[in-house]
Nanobody, 127 residues
Framework: QGQLVESGGGLVQTGGSLRLSCAAS????????MAWFRQAPGREREFVSV????????NYTDSVRGRFTISRDNANNMVYLQMNSMRPDDTAVYYC????????????????????WGKGTPVTVSS
């Protein structure tokens, strides 16, 4: 039910780039706000970025704004996170998540507002 699967994580050097992908089965992603969160060892899960259903509005946490770009391809049921100029403090497990709230809702940065989650893909940035 509403399975999300992340891919694209790995090891990258400081200043490098990675592109994360999130694929959905069973449900069309076009019905949801979609977001990326991350969780570093010993830390709470934190918001990274969110995109609205149409892909016309986005939001980012301050630490990644200007370096990361979220996008979506509703026709292929995919969401992406392009990560550039990566830093060691970007090291974390990255999760995609889907929010079922109505389209007029404010895009949320809170994990509790998201209904479906993937299992995560690990990202390590070496210094």
């Amino acid at each position: 039910q509403g399975q999300l699967v992340e891919s694209g994580g790995g090891l990258v050097q400081t200043g490098g780039s990675l592109r994360l992908s999130c694929a959905a089965s069973a449900r069309p992603l076009s019905n949801y706000f979609m977001a990326w969160f991350r969780q570093a060892p010993g830390r709470e899960r934190e918001f990274v970025s969110v995109i609205n259903r149409e892909g016309t509005k986005t939001n980012y946490t301050d630490s990644v704004r200007g370096r990361f770009t979220i996008s979506r391809d509703n026709a292929n049921n995919m969401v992406y996170l392009q990560m550039n100029s990566m830093r060691p403090d970007d090291t974390a497990v990255y999760y995609c998540a889907a929010d079922l709230r109505p389209p007029w809702s404010v895009m949320s940065t809170r994990p509790r507002d998201y209904d479906f989650w993937g299992k995560g893909t690990p990202v390590t940035v070496s210094s």
